[in-house]
């Protein structure tokens, strides 16, 4: 499983792009906190700090499901600005990041189910990575190859099973912060990851045939 988690962060994460997970200190909830009750008061400087803080990670969680870069662009304009329209109306007691990837998920999915087809990307639209580029062109051919080859994995695989692998392999969200992202049941998440994960490694297995 291990092997497998290491192969979907290959194909859907650029060199330098990797998140590892932090556990966030109390004091570091409690300014969040604080920035958002300033942001729902009108505090525009509030607000922009908590896009400065989670940009990032909401474009990476909204490319890695539509594998597009200008829509993943769009989908975080977008998911920000309800976040602006609707942060007046957010309850202390959950929590903002939550509130967000749900929003961006769902967003996401939207547009997918609008398009009926993912896009492709090209590597090309990405600035190349300082530690990559010391690579031979044999090992950066052959990470392309893999890459491609786990994208078109995924992008076969159904919306709610992609949905699940990402969010967990990938982003490194616990199974309890996705079952609230997308809306089911600890146990119904903890499912579909096993199932995703069943479904990825049957379709890689005849990939690599």
Known sequence: MMELTKKVEKAVKKPGQKQPRRVRSPEEIRLEKERIVAAQGGDMKAFESLVTEYEKRVFWVAFNLVNNVEDAKDISQDAFLRVFKAIGRFDLKYNFYTWLYRIVVNLAIDSLRKKGKQGKVSLEEFPADPVETSKGPEDQLCSIELGERITA?????????????????????????????????????????????????????????
């Open 153 to 209: 994995v995924l992008e076969s695989m159904p919306e709610k099973y992609k949905t699940v692998i990402l969010l967990r392999d990938v982003h490194e969200l616990s199974c309890e912060v996705i079952a609230e992202i997308i809306d089911c049941t600890n146990a119904t998440t903890r499912w579909r990851l096993h199932k995703a994960r069943e479904i990825f490694r049957e379709k890689w297995e005849r990939v690599e045939v």
